[in-house]
């Protein structure tokens, strides 16, 4: 067998992957390692067309030297990178223990037993009942009775800024999803996970916002019509445009009243 294929088929086993994390070091050795293995067929191709030179034997003798340098710096590596795994394995499975042994000291080393942001419900257990609490007052009952679910008449900006005043740093879209959805059978109704009975109200068509001179305004309308009923329907005339036209006997303006 020639020697540049026992050093691909070593190469080949040093290669393959153990572990999922990006290795640029190893990656780095990796293609030097495959640019060698390229350069070594090169010549061997060479050498059986019978056009080696001078040269080649010595290039051969250098390139094969150099690519035990690299396979020997990439084992030692892939040896270094065992041992610090297995080095993380063995400092977590003793922090671990000491955690169980004293829980008082999880805490103080603030270490968490999975990975990603904990809950706010882990350090703020009382965050749904304080929900509730402040959406009880001026909330209604569901629509059909049928639920002991609440329609809290509170807007979701005023909640949050309860909640803040409260103590609780929570944000806009956090406070929504630990209220009831809209929906449970869609995709962003299954984001819900811990919510609390209550549920915002829909936008009502009903309610409009009062105007500064609506009461002026009525009290006219209702002097207008007062006066047009002591006149009589000899004096007065209605129009399509709301507008109640009238006329005086003593003179002949004419008064416009909008």
């Known amino acids: 067998m020639p020697a540049s294929t026992a050093t691909e088929s070593t190469v080949s086993e040093s290669m393959k992957p153990s572990v999922a994390f990006s290795t640029p070091a190893q990656n780095k050795l990796q293609k030097e390692i495959v640019a060698l293995n390229a350069e070594l067929r090169a010549l061997d191709c060479r050498s059986a067309l019978g056009e080696k030179s001078e040269e080649d034997g010595d290039l051969k003798v250098k ?79 569901d629509e059909r009775r049928r639920t002991e679910n609440l329609r809290s008449v509170k807007t979701l900006d005023e909640l949050t800024d309860a909640l803040v005043h409260c103590g609780y740093n929570i944000s806009r879209s956090g406070v929504y999803l630990r209220l009831l959805p809209r929906r449970s059978d869609t995709q962003e109704g299954k984001c819900h996970v811990n919510t609390v009975p209550v549920k915002l ?13 609506g009461k002026f305004a009525m009290a006219t309308i209702a002097n207008m019509e007062e006066l047009a009923s002591v006149l009589g329907p000899q004096e007065v005339c209605f129009t399509a445009l709301i507008r109640v036209l009238l006329t005086l006997p003593i003179g002949a303006d004419l008064i416009d009243c909008s």
């Open 63 to 141: 390139l094969n030297r150099k690519l035990q340098e690299k396979m020997s710096e990439l084992r030692k590596k892939e040896k270094e990178q065992a041992r610090q795994k297995q080095h993380r394995l063995t400092r977590k499975r003793k922090f671990e223990e000491l955690c169980n042994k004293d829980p008082n000291l999880q805490k103080e080393l603030k270490m968490q037993p999975a990975h990603g942001r904990p809950s706010l419900e882990k350090s703020r257990p009382d965050l749904l009942s304080a929900i509730v609490d402040i959406a009880t007052h001026g909330c209604a009952a």
């Open 201 to 213: 109200t829909r936008a009502q068509t009903d309610f409009h916002k009062t105007h500064t001179n």
